[in-house]
């Protein structure tokens, strides 16, 4: 490696065919037999891994030792899978980060996360000192995928609430790094009634309770008055002296845009709107190739 990039010199040693690589793959081996992961298949890896970086602008010594600080087969999973430098250098951060193994890494590579994180609608920036702002916003993503839950079509709040939580490790990976988890249906008592929030969960990068909130339809504005009441009752009752102020998020099925940053615009407490997705859609050519739901059980019946 250069002292500012990745040495471009190796461009035209990397770029030569197999046989030039089978006979580096024996020179290396034979120069020095107690290294390991000099095989040609590695070298053609490593070729791949190093034309990928360079394709473009060489990046620079901060982002090469990133690269070296997470495993091998992590580097290759992220170059096989990213469609951009920028891309790959996200999830390379990430996987340093968050100690992500290789499965979790794939996961969220697959799941779109980079395309995802820090696009949901919040008002952090007008309720939120700016440093606490940025961090909160990169902590929501839009949408959520629930693609780990097998729920219905017609599918209450109730029973997604209730899948959500026997399902709380994908739904904390999801979710993010950072979440405690504190309870559902979470009572508070609010003069002489008493409130119960969906769920409940403490951020620990945050410093913060986090109100979430579930609704299997569309966004209506009248959900964030409801998110607010709820965010000022942890505040008053939950929230330590050294805590942040309590972040709300809004699940919902569906959303327009511009109604929620109207709903979003004159409330004074912390929250964000996001939706949420069962399984991920596939395209339509191939949605017809697939077969119904009935057609796999029939055929099941038949082999009984």
């Given amino acids: 490696m250069g002292t500012d990039s990745i040495n471009m010199d190796f461009r035209p040693t990397l770029s030569r065919g197999d046989g030039f690589l089978k006979q580096l793959s024996m020179d290396l081996r034979a120069e020095f037999p107690e290294i390991k992961g000099f095989s040609s298949s590695n070298i053609k890896y490593i070729r791949q891994w190093f034309l990928f970086y360079t394709s473009d602008e060489p990046i620079g010594q901060q982002a090469v030792g990133q690269l070296t600080q997470i495993p091998w087969g992590h580097n290759l999973k992220i170059i096989a899978k990213s469609k951009s430098i920028k891309e790959a250098l996200y999830y390379v951060q990430q996987t340093q980060a968050h100690g992500w193994s290789r499965n979790v890494l794939t996961h969220q590579i ?9 696009k949901a609608i919040t008002n952090f920036e007008s309720t939120l000192p700016a440093m606490q702002s940025d961090l909160a916003k990169q902590t929501l993503k839009d949408p959520y995928l629930f693609d780990f839950l097998s729920l219905s079509k017609e599918h209450s709040e109730r029973e997604l609430e209730q899948a959500l939580t026997e399902h709380i490790t ?21 003069g002489e009634r008493e409130f119960f929030i969906d769920l409940l969960f403490y951020h620990t990068q945050l410093r913060c309770h986090v109100v979430i909130e579930l609704k299997i339809g569309d966004f209506e504005p009248e959900h964030a008055g409801k998110l607010n009441f709820y965010i000022k009752a942890v505040d008053e009752q939950l929230r330590h002296a050294s805590d942040q102020p309590t ?13 929620a940053e109207y709903a979003l615009s004159d409330i004074q407490k912390p ?34």
């Fill in 271 to 304: 929250m964000g709107v996001s939706e949420y997705q069962l399984t991920q859609s596939l395209p339509e050519n191939l949605q017809s190739k697939l077969p119904s739901i009935e057609a796999i059980e029939q055929e099941l019946a038949g082999d009984l």
């Fill in 110 to 118: 697959e799941s779109g996360l980079w395309q995802r994180e820090g």
């Fill in 247 to 259: 972040i709300g998020i809004l699940l919902c099925k569906n959303k327009d845009r511009l109604v």
């Fill in 170 to 190: 994908h739904f904390l990976l999801e979710l993010g790094a950072g979440f405690a988890y504190m309870g559902k249906q979470f009572a508070l008592q609010v």
